[in-house]
C-alpha cells in the first residue's frame, strides 16, 4: 500500500509540476447545443474559459436529436434554422471562430464522439450544457461521459460573469484535478474573482489523503488568483455543499462509484442549484472510439443518406450575408474563381457576367476571378465576355501538347488549369435568370465547413420561391436515368436532388486529385469519384431557389443521358458488375422524322477520361512550383 501510495504521489507531483511549468492550457472548445437559447447561455462561459490565446478556438456545433422511429431526413429544417441562428452568433462574435456544421441523428452523442474522434487538433474541450432530464445529452450522460475521446466540462451557467467574485475549487486528487485548476484559473482571470482551493481529506491518516496534501500546497504562489487555502477533514459531500454557500462558481470533478451515474450524487445536486455557475470535470478515459468513418459505415444506406441529406442539404438563403462569406474568405486565406463553359452563349452570357461582376466582384469582392472557358464558339460568345472584362479562352488552344477533347468536361479541365482559386465554382451559361446566389449558394458550405469538399446545386423548375425545397426535380436525364441509376448501384448518393444540375463546385486540392470525364458525364463522374476518394460528408447539396434555362431540346438531352450512361456503364466495370471485355458501344442512333418517313442518324458520343489534373506536369509547374 506504501509503494503504491508513494507511486500515485510521484506520478499527482510531476503532473502538477508540468503545470506549473508549461502555464495554462490552449483549448479548443467544442460546444454542440440543441438550441440557440443554450448556446447563449453557455457561450460567455465558453469565452473566459478560452480565454485571449489567439491559438485557441471556438466552435459551435448544432444538434438536431430525431425520434427513433422518425426518418432522420424530418430533422433538415429544424438543422437549417439552428445552423442558420448559430451563424447568426458566429457573425455577431469574432471570438467564436468556427461553426463546425450539423448533426442530425436518433444518437447523438455518438455522432459527437465520432466528430471529436476525427478531429486532428489537440486538447479539445467538449462544453456540454446540463440540461436536466431530457434532450439529446440527458438521454446518454452515463455512457458518455464514461467513454469521452477528449477532456469534457458540463456546465450549468447560472450566474452571470460579472457577478462572478469568488470560485470554489475542491480538489480530491483524480484524473481531472489538474484540469479543474487550470479551467479555476481561466475563469477567475476572465471574471477577476478569486479562487478558494478546498482540500477535502477522508482521513489525515491515509496515503491518499496524505499525497493530496503534499500535492496541492502551495498552489497560491503560482496562481496568484488562490487567495484561500481551506483543509477539511471528513465528509467531502457535506464540506463542498457547505462551503460553497460564499461562492458563485464551483468547479468540480466528476466523481463517482464505477457502477453508479456518470455524475456523482453531489456534482448532481450542485448542478441543480439555481445560484451558482457549476462546471462539472470529466478526464479523458482511456478509450477511443473507431474513426468517425468507420462508426458511419457501420450504419446502414437508408441511415447514412437520410443523415446525409439532414446534415449536408442547406440553402442559398443561408449564405446571402455576402459580406460575412468575403470575411471567411480572408479569414482563411482562400481565392475563389468562376468558371464558365460556353458554346455559343452570345444570347445569354452578357447579363450572366454582368450580374456576377458588379455582385461578387464590384460590390464585395467574394470572386477573384471570372474566367470564360470556350468550346470554339461560332457565335459573339467570346466577344461579349471580353467587353464586359472577362478573360475568354478556347478550351482546344489550352494545353495543346496533351490535345483537344470535345465537350463540357473538357472545358471543365482544362478550367482547373487557367483558374488560379483555391475554390471552383462553375456555371452553366444558358441560364436566363442569372443571380449571384448561383455563386455564393456554392460557396457557402465550402467556407463554413472545411470538410466539405465539393458542393452540388439543385433547383426548381418554374416552382414558386416559397414552394417546399423537397419538390425540386430534374430535367428527364436526370429522373429517368441518372436518379434511378444512383439508387440501383450507388445509393449512397440517392440523397442527391440534382446530380447533374450544372452548377457546382470544390476545393481545388479535391478536384485536382478526380479524372474529368470530357463530355456532359464530367458531374456524374466527379460525384462517383470524390465519394470513392473522400466520405460522402464531403459533399453537400444546395437549393438555388428558381433557374430558367434555354429548352436543350430531345436531341441534346438524348446525347446527355448516352454520355452519363457511359460513365455508369465505365464504373460498374471497375466495380467488376460488368464484364470488362464487354465492347462499349460509342455511336448512337437518334430517331428522325420527316414528313412521312422515319430514319436514323448515327451520333458519336465517347466519354474520354482525363487523368487527373495534379498528374499533368504543366499544371504542377503553374499551381504546384513548391512541389
Known sequence: MDSLAAHQRDRMTIAVDREKKNGLRHWNLLMPVDTVERAETLLPLALGLKGRAGDSHITLVGVTPVAKDTPLSEGARVAQSLRNDLGAMLKEDPAINRLGGSIVSHKPWEDIRALVDDRSEDHTLLLLPWQGDHTYLQADLTSALRDLPCDAVVCHAAVAQQEIKRILLPVR?????????????????????????????????????????????????????????????????????????????????????????????????????????????????????????????????????????????????????????????????????????????????????????????????????????????????RKIAAELGVSPFVHQEVLPGLGALRGKGEALWKGLYLLKGDVIVWMDTDIINPHPRFVYGIVGPLLADPTIQYCTGFYRHGLGADEDFARADGDSVTELLARPMINLFFPELS?????????????????????????????????????????????????????????????????????????????????????????????????????????????????????PMIEIKEYRGRHRKKA
Open 173 to 381: 486528487g483524480g484524473a481531472f484535478a489538474n484540469l479543474s485548476l487550470q479551467l479555476a484559473v481561466r475563469l477567475a482571470q476572465a471574471t477577476g474573482a478569486e479562487i478558494t482551493l478546498l482540500r477535502v481529506l477522508s482521513n489525515d491518516d491515509d496515503p491518499t489523503s496524505q499525497m493530496l496534501r503534499e500535492s496541492f500546497m502551495g498552489l497560491s504562489d503560482t496562481h496568484p488568483e488562490i487567495t484561500t487555502e481551506l483543509q477539511v477533514v471528513g465528509d467531502p459531500g457535506a464540506a463542498i455543499l457547505r462551503e460553497m454557500r460564499d461562492h458563485q462558481a464551483i468547479i468540480l470533478g466528476a466523481s463517482a462509484a464505477h457502477d453508479g451515474p456518470a455524475i456523482g450524487l453531489v456534482a448532481t445536486l450542485i448542478l441543480q442549484h439555481s445560484d451558482i455557475t457549476a462546471l462539472v470535470v470529466k478526464a479523458k478515459e482511456p478509450f477511443r472510439l473507431p474513426p468517425a468513418s468507420d462508426h458511419a459505415s457501420k450504419l446502414p444506406v437508408l441511415v447514412r443518406v437520410e443523415k446525409w441529406f439532414a446534415e449536408n442539404t442547406f440553402r442559398s438563403a443561408e449564405f446571402s450575408d455576402i459580406d460575412h462569406l468575403v470575411e471567411l474568405k480572408q479569414k482563411q486565406g482562400l481565392r475563389i474563381s468562376l468558371g464558365l463553359p460556353t458554346l455559343n452563349e452570345a444570347a445569354t452570357i452578357g447579363p450572366l457576367i454582368s450580374i456576377m461582376r458588379k455582385s461578387l466582384m464590384e460590390d464585395a469582392p467574394l470572386l477573384d476571378e471570372i474566367v470564360l472557358i470556350d468550346s470554339n464558339s461560332t457565335d459573339a460568345t
Open 495 to 611: 440523397g442527391l436532388v440534382q446530380p447533374l444540375g450544372g452548377v457546382c463546385g470544390g476545393r481545388r486540392a479535391a478536384l485536382e486529385q478526380a479524372p474529368f470525364y470530357s463530355g456532359y458525364g464530367v458531374e456524374m463522374g466527379l460525384l462517383l469519384d470524390l465519394l470513392g476518394r473522400f466520405d460522402l460528408k464531403a459533399i453537400a447539396q444546395v437549393d438555388l431557389e428558381r433557374v430558367e434555362r434555354r429548352d436543350q431540346g430531345r436531341r441534346i438531352l438524348s446525347r446527355r443521358a448516352f454520355a452519363v450512361l457511359q460513365v455508369f456503364a465505365r464504373r460498374l466495370r471497375q466495380k467488376g458488375m460488368i464484364d470488362a471485355q464487354t465492347p462499349m458501344e460509342h455511336t448512337m442512333k437518334l430517331l428522325r422524322s420527316g414528313e412521312d418517313k422515319f430514319h436514323l442518324e448515327e451520333v458519336h458520343v465517347h466519354e474520354q477520361q482525363r487523368p
